[in-house]
């Protein structure tokens, strides 16, 4: 058996995956329930809320019995808490399975090893670091929260052949193809926050919610200091929730929360999106806001999309180290990483 923990932990990867886009705050997680070299039960964590990828597993499987002296693969250690649903733990020291086997431990201190613990001293067998790499890139949000504190940061934008972004006028639609604009519909869809800076908004007017992708809508961030956002912006006249960060004001009007800061500053702004249960954010800005993030190295994952068109002259991209593109549509893709 052991020969196989990677090709169903590779499962649970698989299965986990399913839950892109409508688990966060919690993490992505598969399992694979084995005995005898045959599946005889699987499930992933489907909607935050709603039961755990163990949970699913266990109920898909016909006969409860067959559970005892089976090896259940979990991409995450099973939670050993009281949340939204009863520790995953306890379950399965209920039913008793010959061993459990993991990619990573939860970074969560109310579980960090602990279930697992609980599983060694009811007679289960534990395993865990199997593909643990993968694991982590898999789960990198999650871990990025549990670790710092802070949501999980990823810097889009397009650029021209010739590295600008915008033209001299702020101007910038449309650098990439249809073909990557629909892709960064879909990534709109994977996170619960999208953040610009006000000038973007000025000068683009965007919408920001998810059109040619079926998903659902993230939450909309505007840093705007001095409140220089027009009224008739569709960020601010639509019924979507966006939270616009200043100086000023304090206040709620129809979904719109005008959020004052003090110490005004971007980890502050960062600091405070998370407490307000928003995970990760796709930062769309403009070459302010997005040298800001660099600058104070305050992001986590960059995707760049780069283009055949050319302006001669305009707003420059930020500085960042391209390589390892793949082709979209007519585009290249750059995504570079900013973590371990």
């Given at each position: 058996?052991?020969?196989?923990?990677?090709?169903?932990?590779?499962?649970?990867?698989?299965?986990?995956?399913?839950?892109?886009?409508?688990?966060?705050?919690?993490?992505?997680?598969?399992?694979?329930?084995?005995?005898?070299?045959?599946?005889?039960?699987?499930?992933?964590?489907?909607?935050?809320?709603?039961?755990?990828?163990?949970?699913?597993?266990?109920?898909?499987?016909?006969?409860?019995?067959?559970?005892?002296?089976?090896?259940?693969?979990?991409?995450?250690?099973?939670?050993?808490?009281?949340?939204?649903?009863?520790?995953?733990?306890?379950?399965?020291?209920?039913?008793?399975?010959?061993?459990?086997?993991?990619?990573?431990?939860?970074?969560?201190?109310?579980?960090?090893?602990?279930?697992?613990?609980?599983?060694?001293?009811?007679?289960?067998q534990v395993k865990s670091e199997i593909l643990e790499k993968e694991g982590y890139e898999l789960n990198r949000r999650f871990f990025k929260n549990q670790n710092k504190k802070l949501p999980y940061v990823i810097l889009k934008w397009a650029q021209t052949e010739d590295r600008f972004i915008a033209k001299e006028d702020g101007s910038s639609k449309w650098i990439s193809s249809d073909v990557s604009r629909t892709l960064v519909h879909k990534w709109?869809?994977?996170?619960?926050?999208?953040?610009?800076?006000?000038?973007?908004?000025?000068?683009?007017?965007?919408?920001?919610?998810?059109?040619?992708?079926?998903?659902?809508?993230?939450?909309?961030?505007?840093?705007?200091?001095?409140?220089?956002?027009?009224?008739?912006?569709?960020?601010?006249?639509?019924?979507?929730?966006?939270?616009?960060?200043?100086?000023?004001?304090?206040?709620?009007?129809?979904?719109?929360?005008?959020?004052?800061?003090?110490?005004?500053?971007?980890?502050?702004?960062?600091?405070?999106?998370?407490?307000?249960?928003?995970?990760?954010?796709?930062?769309?800005?403009?070459?302010?806001?997005?040298?800001?993030?660099?600058?104070?190295?305050?992001?986590?994952?960059?995707?760049?999309?780069?283009?055949?068109?050319?302006?001669?002259?305009?707003?420059?991209?930020?500085?960042?180290?391209?390589?390892?593109?793949?082709?979209?549509?007519?585009?290249?893709?750059?995504?570079?990483?900013?973590?371990?």
């Open positions: 058996m052991k020969d196989n923990h990677k090709k169903y932990i590779q499962r649970t990867f698989y299965l986990a995956k399913k839950g892109i886009g409508r688990v966060a705050p919690n993490p992505l997680v598969g399992c694979v329930i084995v005995k005898n070299n045959i599946i005889i039960g699987e499930g992933y964590h489907k909607r935050f809320g709603e039961n755990h990828a163990e949970i699913n597993a266990i109920n898909s499987v016909v006969n409860k019995n067959d559970i005892k002296g089976s090896t259940v693969y979990i991409n995450l250690e099973p939670c050993n808490h009281y949340g939204k649903t009863p520790p995953c733990s306890d379950e399965l020291v209920k039913l008793q399975p010959k061993e459990v086997i993991v990619s990573n431990k939860d970074p969560n201190p109310l579980t960090n090893g602990k279930s697992l613990q609980k599983l060694k001293e009811n007679s289960i709109r869809s994977e996170e619960p926050g999208i953040l610009i800076g006000v000038n973007t908004a000025i000068h683009d007017n965007p919408r920001l919610n998810v059109r040619s992708w079926k998903g659902q809508n993230p939450i909309r961030v505007m840093i705007d200091p001095q409140n220089r956002c027009y009224k008739n912006q569709n960020l601010l006249k639509d019924s979507l929730v966006t939270l616009i960060y200043n100086k000023e004001i304090n206040k709620e009007i129809n979904k719109k929360h005008l959020i004052k800061l003090d110490k005004f500053n971007l980890k502050n702004i960062l600091k405070n999106i998370y407490e307000r249960g928003i995970s990760s954010i796709m930062v769309e800005g403009g070459a302010k806001t997005l040298n800001s993030f660099i600058e104070h190295n305050l992001w986590d994952e960059a995707r760049v999309f780069q283009s055949k068109m050319k302006f001669i002259k305009g707003i420059k991209a930020p500085k960042i180290n391209l390589k390892n593109s793949k082709k979209i549509g007519d585009d290249l893709l750059f995504i570079i990483k900013n973590y371990a």
